[in-house]
């Protein structure tokens, strides 16, 4: 009762024109932000606030037929075959672990390997600035699926040595170029809602490790800021004998945000 007013805010957002089937699927989307949300570090008020910008900014910013996709499974960035397996990067609807309200995820032969969980945010959320579209991409998850680690070593192999998680970074990158998104926020590992599943893991680090690879710089909250395009080392600084082979990985991750974003670019609005 005390918060009808926050509440109602959500259920507008949610129930826009282009992203009301979402309750048919998720109907209780609408509470999302009563609990942790994204990182354990944002408080109710901020949560909520997350929440309706993400859901105004899919209603505002992107064709219906692009939420239509995501709930039908039928959205796909990126596709291509390699050595007999097919690899895909398709986005799906909100985690059910509230780290995200979109997710993209890295599957092999139909198989989902990995994910990367994901919201819009509204940059003056995070007090920083995101240059003209005012918005970031803001990612909770990073994650393998669990019992598929001899999968994901094999896709790794088969992708040029290039793991799930950075061609899903590839994908991440190439879905903001499309909207204009200049900046990625990724949570701190400490701060994450997964943070004692990946303890028991032993993977504690590995968010902080990631983050940092692509030149993120840890921000007030605790989490990480990535500017796009992301960072890539010289290649001059590349020892001589790995060169051809760093090349290859990065052309692989350029054909998916290349690909990502050409597939996004015509359902924005």
């Known amino acids: 009762v005390w918060h009808a007013g926050q509440h109602r805010e959500v259920v507008q957002a949610i129930s826009g024109l282009h992203t009301k089937g979402l309750l048919k699927t998720y109907s209780r989307a609408v509470y999302r932000y009563t609990l942790p949300y994204l990182s354990m570090k944002f408080d109710r008020a901020q949560r909520q606030q997350m929440l309706v910008g993400h859901y105004d900014f899919l209603n505002r910013a992107l064709h219906a037929s692009f939420f239509r996709c995501v709930l039908s499974d039928a959205m796909t960035l990126w596709q291509r075959e390699i050595d007999g397996s097919v690899f895909a990067i398709s986005v799906g609807g909100p985690c ?3 780290e995200g309200d979109l997710t993209l995820v890295f599957t092999m032969d139909g198989c989902p390997l990995y994910r990367m969980a994901f919201s819009v945010v509204k940059s003056p959320l995070l007090n920083v600035s995101a240059g003209p579209s005012s918005h970031v991409l803001y990612v909770g998850q990073v994650q393998g699926y ?5 999968q994901i070593r094999q896709a790794t192999r088969l992708c040029r040595d290039v793991a799930p998680a950075d061609l899903l970074m590839a994908g991440m990158a190439g879905l903001a ?10 949570v701190g590992v400490e701060n994450s809602l ?5 303890v028991e893991l032993n993977t504690s680090t590995s968010y902080a490790d990631f983050w940092e690879k692509f030149q993120g710089i840890r921000a007030e909250g605790g989490h990480y800021l990535l500017g796009l395009p992301l960072v890539e080392k010289p290649i001059s600084l590349i020892k001589a004998n790995h060169r051809g082979r760093t090349l290859a990985k990065r052309e692989l991750k350029k054909s998916v945000s290349e690909e990502a974003a050409s ?4 359902l924005v609005l």
């Open 146 to 150: 669990p019992d598929r680690f001899a």
């Open 96 to 98: 059910p672990h509230r």
């Open 194 to 198: 997964s943070y004692q599943s990946l």
């Open 177 to 186: 170029s499309a909207l204009g998104i200049s900046t990625v926020a990724g």
């Open 263 to 266: 597939v996004m670019r015509p």
